[in-house]
């Protein structure tokens, strides 16, 4: 079992930052491969980005690529997502995922944290 806690999401305005972390924890959680995914009202849940075990291979959705960055502190078992230039439409609940597949589909990933509401004002 992995358990992921995130944390860091609130309110900004268009064109601001925000960084997101999610602390995992439980039995081998430092050897998953980790994702962010973000599900808007109304909307379904969807891949953002995503970071290999090693934190050596990192990828991202189009929507979002040149503006967030994924990395991971192993010494803390720590993922964060940084998020520049920030747009209305990252509006979303953010959550952190652990696989031990190279998948991008929401469906692939196996344990998730509960969530963390970033809203982005106009």
């Known amino acids: 079992q992995v358990q992921l806690v995130e944390s860091g999401g609130g309110l900004v305005q268009a064109g601001g930052s925000l960084r997101l972390s999610c602390e995992a924890s439980?039995?081998?959680?430092?050897?998953?491969?980790m994702g962010w995914l973000r599900q808007a009202a109304g909307k379904e849940r969807e891949f953002v980005a995503f970071?290999?075990?090693?934190?050596?291979?990192?990828a991202y959705a189009d929507s979002v690529k040149g503006r967030f960055t994924v990395s991971r502190d192993s010494a803390r078992n720590t993922v964060y997502l940084q998020m520049n230039s920030l747009k209305p439409e990252d509006t979303a609940v953010y959550y952190c995922?652990?696989?031990?597949?190279?998948?991008?589909?929401?469906?692939?990933?196996?344990?998730w944290g509960q969530g963390t509401q970033v809203t982005v004002s106009s």
């Open positions: 995922a652990a696989t031990r597949i190279l998948t991008l589909r929401p469906t692939g990933f196996d344990y």
């Open positions: 970071i290999s075990w090693s934190g050596g291979s990192a």
């Open positions: 439980g039995r081998s959680s430092s050897s998953y491969h």
